[in-house]
């Protein structure tokens, strides 16, 4: 499975206020009302039906703008470096990133979300719903973040390409 290549089709893109990484939430909880809008392409245009009725969705998008992965990091949130795997800092072996979303409203082509943390033109490669009792796990541990002094909500270039 190792020497495997797998291929993955974006489904559309986001548009957003942020066209660089500095001054862009770090996730997007830090959000806040920050607008933005999924444009989804024609084929997959249908399976949208039915998405209206949620509060949330995830957004499975590609980092398409960020640096080469690298095994440790300074994550946004700390001042030491962390194995990558245990931070959500951009710069992944495969440039996944996922993100919550409020879905304000759905039409046949588009997504209009609250609180977005992407960059402007960002590829959009899934859409699922939010499911509160599977999705939601509040009393969870969360490692090496909850010992953290630091609060940073904007980014920095630090992961930039």
Request: proline fraction near 11%; charge should be negative.
């Amino acid at each position: 499975m190792a020497d495997e290549r797998l291929v993955m089709q974006p489904i559309g893109i986001i548009r957003t206020p942020f066209l660089e990484q500095k001054g862009t939430p770090i996730q997007p909880s830090e959000s806040g009302s920050t607008l933005g809008v999924v444009h989804v392409d024609p084929p997959y245009r249908e399976a949208l039906a039915d998405l209206d009725g949620f509060e949330r969705i995830w957004l499975l998008f590609c980092f398409d703008r960020s640096k080469p992965w690298q095994p440790r990091v300074v994550p946004y949130r700390d001042v030491m470096p962390r194995g990558l795997f245990a931070t959500r800092a951009p710069s992944r072996p495969n440039a996944i990133g996922l993100s919550v979303v409020k879905l304000l409203s759905v039409s046949h082509d588009q997504l209009e979300v609250q609180g977005v943390d992407m960059l402007d033109g960002t590829p959009i490669l899934d859409i699922k719903p939010y499911v509160p009792e599977f999705d939601a796990f509040p009393q969870s541990r969360a490692g090496w973040l909850d010992e953290s002094q630091t609060r940073r909500q904007r980014a920095d270039p630090r992961f930039q390409g």
